[in-house]
């Protein structure tokens, strides 16, 4: 056995999982201390906060009388409040009775004890934090890319093989190849997507190209690269893309011996492959090297909100110059937090919903590897990246939670629903066999998501 070949894969496999803890533990924490902390200005008091189950590795009771702790396994957390059974909030009777026994204003303090609107808010509040999380890194995001300046403006101009450029940073672009910008002034995101999307088509396919710009004051014309040239500026994580070895920064020269030159050749070809492997000829940093890629069947949300199955190989285009920015107003860094985070939720419940109808496969819900995989994928692109990612699984996570399911958060504001509409709470009879219910069903899907990462 080559004992040092398999080190790298080791340290890869090490990778991974480690990304995988740091951001699943970040989300956990989250959850929990959105619980923990409305529990508490809601009078309700916290025996115990924990990441992890299992074993504790350290703790600490402060001065509220809560036991901090850290478990060995790392993949969850729990806040147990005064009067619960277990960390599902389920009602231990025993205690109950113990601290009516010993005094009954006590009572008021525990979960179960506690006025429907503490309950209530205690609950809610986990989702809550999770999605205010990620609406907040959002919009720190934003603020530190910053949003391109209107009109668009050259920033610095990117290294392409074989052009030529009179392109100048500071330059503001007016045309390319005839072709006008858009307009800056749209009345949505699909509006201004699909004005780019019509700019792009209208593009002369060549690799080099006339750029009609504003330079100190005068419109002058200079010559520049395509402006969508075959650029890769992102890779899809557990892609085709990845798989083949294709980075942010390649450029595509030539698929199957055919020259191309702007990134829709690439997206054609790839559309129309059938799933045929690919002989790429990129450009690397001044190097050529040859990959083999094969194209993916995927599933892709469309603009007007439903899903197309197309062949995919999993990067985003890359501009021939990056533009010059400007750091938006707290404002309007929080209302694209905000839509950020509300297009992850609409597209979550429209996949979901696609997928119970049949209309697309159910090998898009990932499980735990396939999150782990795309962890350790996003961990390597860089820390924004990676902190990115945070706040998608964040959405998703506080989302997940609030499903009617009994266990999860959800399944309690059902039954706080019901009892204040019939007055009184469901009995403890019927909440066992529900929550029982509720961890079978959540079990099983774990299997199911687990299985899809296996055998997708």
Not at 222 to 250: E, H, Y
Not at 356 to 362: C, F, L, M, N, V
Request: glycine fraction near 10%.
């Amino acid at each position: 056995m080559d004992v040092i070949g398999l080190i790298p894969q080791f340290g890869s496999l090490l990778y991974t999982i480690a990304a995988f803890v740091v951001a699943l533990s970040v989300i956990v924490a989250v959850h929990e201390y959105g619980h923990y902390i409305v529990g508490r200005w809601s009078g309700i008091h916290a025996e115990v906060f924990s990441i992890g189950f299992g074993p504790v590795l350290w703790s600490r009771v402060d001065r509220r009388g809560t036991r901090w702790q850290i478990a060995l396994l790392p993949f969850g957390g729990y806040v147990k409040f005064m009067g619960d059974a277990n960390a599902a909030s389920g009602k231990d009777g025993e205690s109950m009775a113990e601290i009516y026994r010993r005094n009954p204003d006590d009572l008021r303090r525990t979960m179960h004890g506690a006025p429907l609107w503490a309950r209530a808010a205690t609950v809610a509040a986990g989702p809550l934090f999770n999605f205010v999380m990620s609406i907040l890194v959002f919009a720190v995001i934003f603020m530190t890319r910053g949003a391109p300046v209107e009109p668009l403006t050259v920033a610095e101009i990117r290294d392409l093989p074989g052009v030529e450029t009179s392109l100048r940073p500071g330059d503001t672009i007016l045309s390319v190849g005839g072709v006008p910008l858009p307009e800056p002034d749209f009345a949505s995101d699909a509006e201004e997507g699909a004005a780019w999307r019509d700019f792009e088509g209208a593009l002369p396919l060549a690799a080099q190209l006339e750029y009609s710009v504003m330079r100190d004051g005068a419109e002058v014309t200079a010559t520049g690269p395509q402006f969508f040239p075959a650029l890769v500026g992102s890779v899809v994580p557990r892609s085709a893309a990845q798989d083949a070895g294709l980075r942010s920064g390649d450029v595509i020269r030539a698929i199957d011996g055919e020259a191309i030159v702007a990134f829709r050749q690439l997206k054609d070809i790839v559309e129309g492959s059938d799933g045929k492997p690919l002989l790429l000829d990129v450009w690397r940093e001044g190097e050529m090297l040859q990959l083999l890629l094969v194209p993916r069947r995927t599933d892709s949300p469309t603009p007007e909100g439903g899903y197309e199955t197309n062949w995919r190989i999993g990067v985003a285009s890359g501009q021939a110059f990056d533009p010059a920015t400007e750091t938006p107003g707290p404002l309007a860094a929080l209302a694209t937090g905000v839509s950020r985070t509300g297009d992850i939720v609409y597209s979550s419940l429209s996949g979901l919903w696609h997928m119970i109808a049949g209309q697309i496969s159910t090998c898009n819900i990932s499980g735990p590897v396939g999150i782990a995989q795309a962890s350790g994928a996003v961990a390597s692109q860089g820390a924004q990246s990676f902190i990115a990612f945070i706040a998608v699984l964040s959405t998703a996570v506080g989302l997940l939670n609030l499903f009617p399911i009994p266990a999860l958060d959800g399944g309690h504001l059902v039954f706080y629903a019901y009892e204040a509409v019939a007055g009184k709470p469901p009995s403890d009879n019927v909440l066992r066999v529900l929550m029982a219910l509720g961890i079978t069903l959540i079990l099983s899907l774990m299997l199911f998501s687990l299985s899809n990462d296996l055998f997708c």
